[in-house]
């Protein structure tokens, strides 16, 4: 299957910085890739769907202008937590796909913010 | 309740067959995924099932479809250490765009 890779894999930071993940699709162009969130032992939650060159669309109860998304590529959508809280602290995962076709998960990065 | 429910974990013995259950709400559902996770990963699409479809097989897996009472399972045969990891069940409309709303996970444990 395709791959998806992020960076970094994981991020440890002070309460208050700004984070940036990012996702790519490594061997196939993304139209739309998506982020989650996934707490222990939880299922993974939609945040938002992002399509390359326009803005994103967040899920209800997700704070666009905290989790900031930016899909400038048709390989490269990027994740920015600001001023990050450990509330924040969680394992996000992207994943991509093109058109209408299977999508393809990223490793996922964890986050823990002190 | 939720849309995905699944329970949350399931021990076998190594040589043994394991099945995950699933129900879902949603009638209108026209995929239905199992995903694995290993630790610290990423999901990995097992395996997928139409809704108009009763049964699925890919060599150990095995995919079953109730779409009366909205159940689906995934059987593994001859479960190896290996399969250790968390299931997702998840279920997709064609009127969502297609994105997979998914259960909590089954935590599969396999011991020797």
């Known amino acids: 299957g395709a791959v998806v890779s992020q960076h970094p894999s994981w991020v440890i930071c002070k309460s208050g910085t700004s984070v940036k993940i990012e996702c790519r699709s490594l061997d196939f162009q993304a139209t739309t890739m998506f982020w989650y969130r996934q707490f222990p032992k939880q299922s993974l939650m939609l945040m938002a769907t992002?399509?390359?060159?326009?803005?994103?669309?967040?899920e209800q109860g997700v704070e666009k202008d905290k989790f900031l998304i930016n899909h400038a590529s048709l390989t490269l959508s990027t994740l920015t937590v600001t001023s990050a809280h450990p509330e924040d602290s969680s394992f996000y995962i992207c994943?991509?796909?093109?058109?209408?076709?299977?999508?393809?998960f990223g490793p996922g990065t964890r986050l823990t913010v002190l | 309740g939720e849309d995905v429910e699944q329970s949350l974990f399931l021990s076998v013995r190594e040589g043994d067959s394991s099945v995950i259950n699933c129900t879902y709400t949603d009638s209108s559902s026209t995929y239905l995924y199992w995903y694995k996770q290993e630790p610290g990963a990423g999901l990995q699409l097992l395996t997928y099932i139409f809704s108009n479809m009763d049964m699925k097989q890919d060599q150990r897996l095995t995919v079953l479809l109730n779409k009366k009472d909205k159940h689906l399972s995934l059987r593994i045969a001859d479960t190896q250490t290996g399969d250790s990891a968390i299931y997702f069940c998840?279920?997709?409309?064609?009127?969502?765009?297609?994105?997979?709303?998914f259960g909590r996970g089954t935590s599969l444990i396999v011991h020797p």
């Open positions: 994943s991509a796909r093109s058109g209408w076709n299977e999508q393809f």
């Open positions: 992002s399509n390359e060159g326009s803005k994103a669309t967040y």
């Open positions: 998840a279920e997709s409309v064609e009127g969502g765009s297609y994105i997979p709303t």
